[in-house]
T-cell receptor, first 114, second 114 residues
Framework: AQSVTQLGSHVSVSEGALVLLRCNYSSSVPPYLFWYVQYPNQGLQLLLKYTSAATLVKGINGFEAEFKKSETSFHLTKPSAHMSDAAEYFCAVSASNAGNMLTFGGGTRLMVKP | GAGVSQSPRYKVAKRGQDVALRCDPISGHVSLFWYQQALGQGPEFLTY????????KSGLPSDRFFAERPEGSVSTLKIQRTQQEDSAVYLCASSLGGASGTQYFGPGTRLTVL
């Protein structure tokens, strides 16, 4: 079985400040890890994914995430927040021994203050 | 190119009614997934198709839920005798396949059961 925990259901940062959204996973086999963003009344859009290549993954809109096996973490960061980054962010895991489905965390709502 | 489309975008049903939700995946994508997203939560897996074969339906909450993909393209999620707890956003995603494959999500159908 696999699971994802996102610490902090709400995160608030000032515009220009560092964004850090936390994700920890549990998986019995090497996982594939994803970050998705969801804007109001829209579907999920892929930000980035880890598929066992480089542990530091760069995604769209200046986001990146680092896979740390020893900490079972895949935290999402962005050096400087922009107002347009305000959205809901979901971390997800899939594993080759569990079909191809994604298991999602509960999500973190990012608020950006001017 | 065209993304994943879903219809209707919004559906209001009276308790006890049957509903059918449609998903048009990206052309050529062999894998198709349905997820249920309750308000304020992350999406939860319902079922998965590879072409026309339903390979995993472990997430369907009851036998009132039924999904099909008869020609390996368009899929329909049917809910019989809807109940208030079925109110949620139903998300469809498609991918080229594999646990590491990116799933592309549609905008979802928001179902409200009165």
């Amino acid at each position: 079985a696999q699971s994802v925990t996102q610490l902090g259901s709400h995160v608030s940062v000032s515009e220009g400040a560092l964004v850090l959204l936390r994700c920890n996973y549990s998986s019995s086999v090497p996982p594939y890890l994803f970050w998705y963003v969801q804007y109001p009344n829209q579907g999920l859009q892929l930000l980035l994914k880890y598929t066992s290549a480089a542990t530091l993954v760069k995604g769209i809109n200046g986001f990146e995430a680092e896979f740390k096996k020893s900490e079972t973490s895949f935290h999402l960061t962005k050096p400087s927040a922009h107002m347009s980054d305000a959205a809901e962010y979901f971390c997800a895991v899939s594993a080759s021994n569990a079909g191809n489905m994604l298991t999602f965390g509960g999500g973190t709502r990012l608020m950006v203050k001017p | 190119g065209a993304g994943v489309s879903q219809s209707p975008r919004y559906k209001v049903a009276k308790r006890g009614q049957d509903v059918a939700l449609r998903c048009d995946p990206i052309s050529g994508h062999v894998s198709l997934f349905w997820y249920q997203q309750a308000l304020g939560q992350g999406p939860e897996f319902l079922t998965y198709f590879q072409n026309e074969a339903q390979l995993d339906k472990s997430g369907l909450p009851s036998d009132r839920f039924f999904a099909e993909r008869p020609e390996g393209s368009v899929s329909t999620l049917k809910i019989q005798r809807t109940q208030q707890e079925d109110s949620a956003v139903y998300l469809c995603a498609s991918s080229l396949g594999g646990a590491s494959g990116t799933q592309y999500f549609g905008p979802g159908t928001r179902l409200t059961v009165l």
